[in-house]
Each structure stands twice: as structure tokens, then as C-alpha cells.
């Protein structure tokens, strides 16, 4: 890898949104649009399902018998964002713009929503991680998302959390000038569209500038 790097860095794209907002669905195009314009690229998602917190965390959304309390799995979060730290710096400091399909945001937001935890403690195990040059966040209106399929068993997955959750993805959205709301009722070819021109932009506006930390 370190003989093909670039001297130009990657950048750390973000997207977020609610449950079913079309996320992974635009994650993938984006990638591949990416990688078409010669933009190396690589896709990343959070929860990483595979590793040793992942399994826990795949455990604890699939209801199965898992005593998890709030505060253990939100930490188990943040470690399966901390565990592949290194691997997401040397993709981007190599110029591979990464993709990511939630990161810190759902973390926080869907912590912050259950109110056993405030939001200041919620945001603390993120910092220090790399922080997103550009995040998506998809909106969705709640009678659009019921319109989708693929609203499973999994926890979370009810309209009043969800609804909360939107409302926490919102004020952490505000006066953040790297945050970029996008609506995601339009049609998958239309939100794409939009995604991948504020994408070449921010790419295109960081090449040269460090990798920042949240
Ligand atoms: N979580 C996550 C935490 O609590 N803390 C954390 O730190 C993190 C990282 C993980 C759960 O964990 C929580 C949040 C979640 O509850 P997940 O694995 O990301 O969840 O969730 P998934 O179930 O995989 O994905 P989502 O439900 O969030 O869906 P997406 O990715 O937003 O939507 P997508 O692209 O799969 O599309 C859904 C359906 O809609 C269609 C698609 O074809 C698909 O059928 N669709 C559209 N239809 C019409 N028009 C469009 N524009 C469409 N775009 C997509
Ligand atoms: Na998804």
C-alpha cells in the first residue's frame, strides 16, 4: 500500500439518518461514482458487525439475550469505531477517500434519545477520533420511511425512537458547516446525484489540508 500512496490525502466522508433513510443504499453508489471519476474509494460501515465488539453489539440489536445496560453498549460503540482507527487513517493519509455509512452521530444520537445519559457524556468517548470532512445527513419524513421496506425485529427499530432520534440527528446538525441536509424523499438516482457533487467538491477542497480529530 505505502508504494502506491498518494501525496494527496482522502477525504472522510460521513453519512447519517434515521433507520431506512437510504443510507447503505447510497454509501455504495457513492463509492462506485467515486472510484468511476478516479477517485480512489472504499466503503465503511458502523457497526462493524465483524470483529470482537462487533459480535457483542450484533448480539445486543438482534434482542438476543444480551444484559447489555446503556452505557456498556454505548461504549462498545464507540470502541468498534476505535478499533479500526489506524486502518481508516492509513486508507485516507494513502488518499482513499473513505465512505462511511454511520459513524460518531448514530452513536451519540441514539444514546443521547434514551436520556439515561446526557449528551455531553455521550460525545466524549468519540473524541479524539478522525473527524469527517463532510457529513450527509439524509432526511426522511416518518410517513415516507414507512413507505420503505426492511423495518425488521432489530432494537430500535420503532417509530417513536426513531422519531426522537431524528429530532437529536437535527440539533446535532445545527451550526456545523461541514454537516450538508440532504432530503431523501427523492428518488434513489436524484439524492445520488446530489451526493456525489458535494462529495467531489469536499474532496477536491481537502487533498492538502490535515486530517482533523473530533
Ligand atoms: N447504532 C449505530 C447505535 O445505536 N450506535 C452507533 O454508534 C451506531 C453506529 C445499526 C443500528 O445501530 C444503531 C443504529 C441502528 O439502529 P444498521 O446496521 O446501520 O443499524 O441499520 P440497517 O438496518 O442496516 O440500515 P437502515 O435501516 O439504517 O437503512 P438505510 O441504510 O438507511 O437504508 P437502505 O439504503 O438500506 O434502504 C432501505 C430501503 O429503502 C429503499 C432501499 O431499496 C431499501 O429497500 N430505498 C429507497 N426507496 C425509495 N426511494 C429512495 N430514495 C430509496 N433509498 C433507499
Ligand atoms: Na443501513
Known amino acids: 500500500l505505502t508504494t502506491m500512496c498518494s501525496n494527496k490525502r482522502g477525504a472522510l466522508i460521513v453519512v447519517e439518518g434515521v433507520d431506512r433513510s437510504g443510507k447503505s443504499t ?9 472510484e468511476q471519476a478516479n477517485f ?5 460501515t458502523f457497526p462493524d458487525r465483524t470483529t470482537l465488539t462487533g459480535k457483542l453489539i450484533d448480539d445486543y440489536l438482534k434482542n438476543k439475550d444480551c444484559k447489555l445496560n ?13 478499533e479500526n482507527v489506524e486502518k481508516m487513517k492509513s486508507l485516507i493519509n494513502c488518499g482513499v477517500t473513505l465512505v462511511i455509512d454511520r459513524y460518531s452521530y448514530s452513536g451519540i444520537a441514539f444514546s443521547a434519545v434514551k436520556k439515561v445519559m446526557n449528551l455531553d457524556w455521550c460525545k466524549q468517548p468519540e473524541n479524539g ?12 419524513s416518518l410517513e415516507e420511511m414507512l413507505t420503505r421496506p426492511g423495518f425488521g425485529n432489530e432494537r430500535y427499530e420503532n417509530m417513536s425512537f426513531q422519531n426522537n432520534v431524528a429530532n437529536m440527528y437535527n440539533s446535532l446538525c445545527s451550526d456545523k458547516d461541514n454537516w450538508v441536509k440532504i432530503n431523501a424523499a427523492g ?11 458535494i462529495s467531489l ?4 477542497e481537502v487533498e492538502s489540508l490535515p486530517l482533523k480529530s473530533l
Open 26 to 34: 447510497q454509501c455504495k453508489k457513492l463509492v462506485e461514482a467515486l
Open 40 to 44: 480512489p474509494a472504499k466503503l465503511m
Open 70 to 82: 446503556d452505557q456498556a453498549i454505548h461504549l462498545l460503540f464507540s470502541a468498534n469505531r476505535w
Open 129 to 140: 477520533l478522525p473527524k469527517p470532512d463532510l457529513v450527509f445527513l439524509l432526511t426522511i
Open 187 to 197: 428518488s434513489i438516482e436524484e439524492v445520488h446525484k446530489k451526493l456525489v457533487d
Open 201 to 204: 467538491n469536499t474532496i477536491r
